[in-house]
């Protein structure tokens, strides 16, 4: 185990406990850093997922952050869209599988400087008045 994989967990657990999707970071450094296969690192990701998660759900049960109901329903249907994406995944070609993750990044890094802007926008008017 070397210093970059040591190094990969730390900021991927990181970024997962906070809620913001560890796991597309995961991925993204495992493949761009550690040069392995897209198919591979998904699969990784997944069972990075779990322990990670499930110590996410304790510190936020206990701070009474998740709304159990709400969080039941997206699950069922959640593990619903995972067996469907994953038999999607393993069918598509690997080179298509990085364009459409790719794609996927751009676009969650878009809505991210746009929701910024706005919220810096919001402000100046507020602090203007």
């Known amino acids: 185990m070397g210093l970059t994989e040591i ?3 730390v900021v ?3 970024v997962s406990g906070t809620g913001m999707g560890g796991g597309t970071i995961l991925i993204f450094l495992l493949t761009f850093m550690l ?3 897209q198919h591979i690192a998904q699969a990784t990701n997944l069972i990075f997922f779990i322990p990670t ?3 996410a759900i304790i510190v936020n049960l206990k701070n009474k952050n998740i709304d159990l109901k709400l969080a039941i329903i997206i699950s069922i249907f959640g593990i ?3 067996i469907i994406g994953a038999n999607i995944a393993l069918k598509i070609d690997v080179t298509y599988l990085k364009k459409a993750f790719g794609i996927f990044l751009a ?3 878009i809505n991210e400087i746009y929701s910024i802007y706005k919220r810096y926008k919001k402000e100046k ?3 203007t008045k």
Do not use: C, F
């Open 12 to 14: 991927s657990g990181i």
């Open 7 to 9: 190094l990969i967990g």
């Open 80 to 82: 619903l869209g995972a």
């Open 35 to 37: 040069g392995i296969e």
């Open 125 to 127: 008017r507020t602090n």
């Open 107 to 109: 676009i969650v890094a």
């Open 53 to 55: 998660s499930i110590v």
